[in-house]
């Protein structure tokens, strides 16, 4: 293709990579790694309202594979499609639009592989109930939340970048719209002073490229970007009470810019049945909407206050839930997961912090309870708190990020990397139904977890029949508040005991510690 005065085609080849809007004609780039962000950028009409006036797409193929990938409207005349390459080769572009300087334009991009630290954008496994990378690579969600945090100062948001380099979070949760003080506060162009006085058929794309900014920064981290597109917090301005065409305009021009982005996750709504201006028809509807604007089909979920999505609609890939009570035990845990049939994020079990209110003054010894619970039950679980000198969550990590000061994120961190070493591609409940408090996988790993209890031993009685494989384990016993394993002795070879167990006669318990929050973990010999 030839470039010309009014043609910029840009190139990004992970997407870490600082994406800018230059003011001279750029070269095409030749290649692109996989999962990595390539971008088409062209100059045409800036009259009217491009947003609604003017439609805009290319196709890619490489080989038997093909792709439409919508583009959007940057402003200052200029309109962009970003695309990430599902697959190596010599990928080929035809653009489409209904304006003709963006018309029947082409080109092409070879896709190399992926560089270290790439894998991919993350997907359900197959198994149903867990998730990896697209390399096959699992992923062990350890979440947190911080609602506002890229809406806030650029000062304020390196100081939560610098506190995600080292603390163990692999999602982010975060909103479009702002629930909590904030200096981006305006998505869409105002029209006069008053908080409600903005157009929402005029995207400000000013404010959208300074949020896709800080999902690139999280992406350099190996953090996923769950990206909340509706809370009923900003009734004041109302940008989650818009009409159905502006909902619509809103979502693709959302998943046309951020799609391509290989760690974004979409939330459609953080406590959705609390915005009281949509219906669950509209939800459905929105729902599908998003999926057919985005053609990287990344991950989709919808968290609650009070009444539960259904969760098993074909659009939703994973459940997202609020309920603190469900993972204070391995069983209400696992019964979301035997209800979603789908993988099961808690993404909100109640915050450690200081706050005056109910949902936001857990002890550190609580939340990591909590996460260990939905572990034996199979789910995963999400982290926040709301630490403030005047008890004011607004101000905290939750509402705006910063600097944490509680004391789970070490025990998260530690708790990662026992998932890490554990079974591919997760950690499976084991005859919950049945009282053995156990997960991990038959035969091979089990991982038992007490809780507050604190038992002097374990009678070491694992479900099995007599055809089941008589498995050898050696055992630790994990401290998991002071993030300690100590081996112990020798082994334990298992037959049965009885119709339902099996058990090693020769050793027939394991000695505990008589502390809280203690595991014992099983590995296969």
């Known amino acids: 293709m030839t470039v010309s005065r009014r043609t910029i085609l840009q190139g990004a080849i992970a997407a870490g990579t600082t994406i800018a809007v230059p003011s001279v004609a750029a070269p095409l780039a030749e290649r692109v790694e996989r999962w990595g962000l390539y971008e088409i950028a062209l100059e045409g009409p800036s009259h009217g309202n491009p947003f609604d006036d003017v439609h805009f797409a290319a196709t890619f193929e490489c080989g038997a594979k093909r792709l439409t ?30 304006a003709r300087a963006l018309d029947a334009r082409s080109g092409a991009v070879r896709c190399v592989a992926a560089t270290q630290g790439n894998h991919g954008p993350v997907r359900v496994t197959t198994d149903g109930y867990h998730f990896a990378y697209a390399d096959g690579t699992p992923f062990r969600q350890i979440g947190t939340t911080c609602y506002s945090w890229a809406l806030q100062s650029d000062a304020q948001c390196a100081r939560t970048l610098k506190t995600l380099r080292a603390a163990p979070f ?38 959208f490229r300074r949020f896709e900014d800080r999902i690139q920064r999280l992406g350099e981290l190996g953090i996923e970007a769950d990206i909340i597109l509706y809370h009923p917090y900003d009734a004041k301005r109302g940008y989650s009470d818009m009409s159905r065409a502006d909902d619509e305009r809103y979502l693709r021009h959302v998943a046309a810019r951020f799609g391509a982005f290989r760690n974004v996750w979409w939330s459609m709504g953080n406590e959705y049945d609390a915005i009281r201006s949509k219906t669950m028809e509209d939800w459905d509807h929105l729902f599908q909407v998003l999926q057919a604007a985005d053609a990287h089909d990344r991950l989709r979920s919808i968290h609650q206050i009070t009444l539960y999505y259904d969760h098993r609609k074909p659009w939703i890939t994973h459940a997202s839930v609020q309920n603190g009570s469900a ?8 019964l979301h997961r035997s209800f979603a049939l789908k993988p099961v994020i808690f993404d909100e079990v109640l915050y450690e912090g200081n706050s005056d209110k109910r949902w936001g003054r857990l002890r550190g010894e609580e939340l990591v309870e909590r996460f260990w619970w939905g572990t034996i039950g199979g789910a995963y679980v999400g982290h926040s708190e709301t630490f403030n000198p005047d008890h004011n969550a607004d101000y905290s990590w939750l509402g705006q990020g910063g600097t944490l000061v509680g004391t789970s994120a070490p025990r998260l961190a530690f708790l990662r990397t026992i998932l890490e070493s554990g079974p591919r591609p997760g950690i499976e409940p084991i005859q919950t139904w049945w009282g053995y408090h156990l997960a991990g996988k038959e035969f ?43 081996p112990v002795d020798g082994i334990f070879t298992m037959s049965p005991r009885d119709a339902y167990d099996f058990h090693d006669p020769a050793r027939p318990s394991i000695k505990l510690p008589g502390k809280p929050w203690i595991a014992v973990r099983l590995s296969m010999v």
């Open 69 to 98: 990938i919508p583009g959007f409207y940057d402003g200052d005349g200029f309109y962009r499609i970003r695309f990430s390459p599902p697959d190596i080769g010599r990928w080929t572009w035809r653009s489409t639009s209904n």
């Open 170 to 207: 692999n999602k982010m949760r975060m909103c479009v719209f702002p629930n909590v003080e904030s200096v981006a506060t305006n998505p869409f162009v105002k029209t006069g002073p008053g908080l409600k006085e903005w157009d929402p058929a005029r995207i400000d794309p000013a404010y």
């Open 327 to 334: 993972v204070l035990d391995d069983v209400p845990a696992q």
């Open 444 to 486: 091979e790993y089990y991982l038992r977890y007490f809780g507050a209890a604190q038992p002097n031993e374990w009678p070491l009685l694992l479900p099995g029949r007599h055809n089941d494989p008589h498995t050898t384990y050696r055992a630790d016993i994990i401290d998991t508040w002071n993030m300690t394993i100590t």
